[in-house]
């Protein structure tokens, strides 16, 4: 699903949410100067954190698996939350080859050129792809569609268009420690982004969104997603919540949808899949990181919520990609 926002005045920018954006850390930032011309097509695998395409000069198609083609143009942000594998491209229908296929000239650490095509209209875009801190996605980024474009044209941010124009500019030059502060400008552009979507939120947000909107619950809620492994009780998220047991219990299942206890649970379960895809730990990693007593009472847990052992779920390969776009 492709998402555009228009956010709320700033005056409306509930306080609550600043403890969440301030867990959106992200580290390693890659940039690539995309210069392409007509036919052209390129397939990019899913990252691990987020993934932006801002284009500078002319135009290009965005392409999901999972919906129709978007046209983005000159000034347009097409934002990625949780680096879904898609392709970029001339024409809907030009073929894509795997980004790994293409020549990319280094000009710095975590900075590259590429230049392809057939000669045809020219697209000029800055690709930037970045990791976050922890391996788990973002809960925020979670709630976002797959695809959230930005038009040129839409009233955002205004401190957004002077943070693409430094993006765009860091990214042709060769300076001296270009690699920390593109690092940073991305933390900046993917934080304004966010923030923004959850300000579009308030006329009907969702889930933990909704209970963050509550300065109590919210935080309780940003507790159990800063520490997911801690042996919480429905009496000591009540206290955080500066609430009795009942009010709290009440209050939260109201703004959220689900009971504390099971909020926990589902949220630990996400975390938890996440984990496995990536392969890095092991079930027995998992269960001890997210405070479960034995590798079996995880396993059985996991299973209720995902109907597969989490076992099965790391054995599965994480990105097909370039099978599905390919077969357009």
Same mark, same amino acid.
């Given at each position: 699903m492709t998402n555009r926002f228009q956010p709320i005045a700033s005056s409306r920018t509930p306080d609550h949410l600043s403890p969440v954006l301030q867990d959106l850390r992200l580290t390693r930032a890659s940039y690539c100067r995309t210069d392409m011309t007509a036919?052209?097509?390129?397939?990019?695998?899913?990252?691990?954190?987020?993934?932006?395409?801002f284009v500078v000069e002319g135009g290009c198609w965005l392409r999901l698996p999972s919906q129709?083609?978007?046209?983005?143009?000159?000034?347009?942000?097409?934002f990625l939350p949780r680096g879904t594998g898609h392709a970029i491209a001339d024409d809907p229908n030009s073929a894509v080859r795997p980004l790994q296929e293409f020549e990319q000239d280094a000009i710095g650490p975590t900075t590259h050129n590429m230049r392809a095509g057939g000669g045809g209209a020219r697209a000029l875009i800055v690709c930037c792809a970045v990791e976050f801190e922890e391996p788990a996605v973002h809960p925020l980024t979670e709630l976002m569609p797959e695809l959230v474009v930005l038009r040129s044209t839409d009233p955002t941010?205004?401190?957004?268009?002077?943070?693409?124009?430094?993006?765009?500019?860091?990214?042709?030059?060769r300076r001296i420690g270009s690699a920390t502060v593109m690092a940073r400008l991305a933390d900046a552009v993917v934080t304004h982004l966010?923030?923004?979507?959850?300000?579009?939120?308030?006329?009907?947000?969702?889930?933990?969104?909704?209970?963050?909107?509550?300065? /109590?619950? &919210?935080?309780?809620?940003? =507790?159990?997603?800063? %520490?997911?492994?801690?042996?919480? *009780?429905?009496? !000591?998220?009540? #206290?955080?919540?500066?609430?009795?047991?009942?009010?709290?219990?009440e209050r939260f299942t109201a703004a959220v949808g689900l009971s504390p206890a099971r909020y926990l649970a589902q949220w630990r379960m996400?975390?938890?899949?996440?984990?496995? /895809?990536? &392969?890095?730990?092991?079930? =027995?990693?998992?269960? %001890?990181?997210?405070?479960?007593? *034995?590798?079996? !009472?995880?396993? #059985?847990?996991?299973?209720?919520?995902?109907?597969?052992?989490?076992?099965?779920?790391?054995?599965?390969?994480s990105d097909k990609t370039f099978q599905a776009l390919d077969s357009k």
């Open positions: 036919p052209w097509g390129v397939a990019i695998p899913r990252q691990d954190g987020v993934c932006l395409h129709e083609p978007v046209w983005i143009e000159t000034g347009d942000l097409a941010d205004p401190a957004l268009p002077t943070l693409l124009s430094l993006m765009a500019a860091e990214v042709a030059t966010v923030r923004a979507w959850a300000e579009a939120q308030d006329a009907d947000p969702k889930g933990w969104l909704a209970g963050v909107r509550d300065p /109590r619950i &919210g935080r309780a809620v940003a =507790a159990i997603h800063r %520490q997911p492994g801690h042996l919480w *009780s429905v009496g !000591s998220l009540a #206290r955080i919540a500066t609430l009795s047991r009942s009010a709290f219990t996400h975390i938890a899949g996440t984990w496995l /895809r990536h &392969g890095q730990l092991t079930v =027995a990693d998992v269960a %001890q990181q997210l405070g479960y007593e *034995s590798e079996a !009472s995880f396993s #059985r847990a996991f299973k209720r919520l995902h109907g597969v052992p989490p076992g099965t779920l790391r054995a599965q390969p």
